[in-house]
């Protein structure tokens, strides 16, 4: 499901909705592709700038091991299996910034920028299954609000697998720990149900739907629903139960 915005990043080119953040101030649910930040609902702030989290107690060698999953940063020769599960037209559907046809030029430039942002403000974590890349999760961390927006993306040869929602948990116990993080969100096409139900096995509540929010891959206004989830909220979830807390995390250079 190319799913909640597999957090839109500067290799998407255009504006469009996606896995968990996709455009200037969407937190969408987007594929590894990071967004500039933007002002938080709520927040009474309108600057885009993104600081530095406080805490980083992980780099860019940081690996996740979930029961099924590992996640880990994207390498030089991700290329092959980002081209595969990326040029997808009903991959993309709800990812209008996302590349049709999706080209090996596409694929270099996604893999190239997922290996060249700061971890420290867009970590974006390869998913890997049985030493294959299948999709993408991160994390967009404003530290000022210390809140993060939540962005997955997993190819569709893999959706209704839980997959995606066994990740995004991985990611966001480990955003909540890391950045001392106090909300946790994400956004996505209100049509994109089958994304709006990872949000919610997640942990995640919707607050606020965004009527005309932006355009979709065929140039009509687009509906987007968010999600969030507080830090205590989560800590009341994240139980073993929930599978939460069923993941390892190992750092290195």
Partial sequence: MGMSNDAARRDDKQPGASTIAELTSWGRVHDGLRMPCSPERGNGR??????????VGAGRGTILRTEHLLLRPFREDDV????????????????????????????????????????????????????????????????????????????????GQGVATEAARAVVAWGFRTFDLVRVWASTDARNVRS??????????????????????????????????????????????????????????
């Fill in 46 to 55: 309108s600057g885009m700038e993104c600081a530095k989290p406080a805490s």
């Fill in 80 to 159: 092959d299996a980002a081209l595969s599960y990326r040029d997808d037209e009903e991959f993309s559907r709800f990812l209008p910034h996302i590349p049709q046809p999706f080209t090996r030029r596409d694929a270099e430039e996604f893999v190239a920028t997922n290996m060249s942002e700061p971890w420290d403000r867009a970590p974006t974590f390869a998913v890997v299954l049985d030493g294959t890349v299948i999709g993408t999760v991160n994390l967009q961390v404003e530290s000022a609000t210390r809140s993060a927006m939540l962005g997955y993306a997993i190819g569709r040869e893999h959706w």
């Fill in 196 to 253: 709006q139900r990872v949000m919610e096995k997640v942990g995640m509540r919707r607050e606020d739907v965004r009527r005309g929010h932006h355009l979709g891959r065929d140039g009509q206004p687009v509906d987007e629903v968010v999600y969030a989830v507080g830090r205590e909220e989560w800590s009341a979830i994240a139980l073993p139960g929930l599978g939460a807390n069923r993941s390892s995390t190992e750092t290195g250079q």
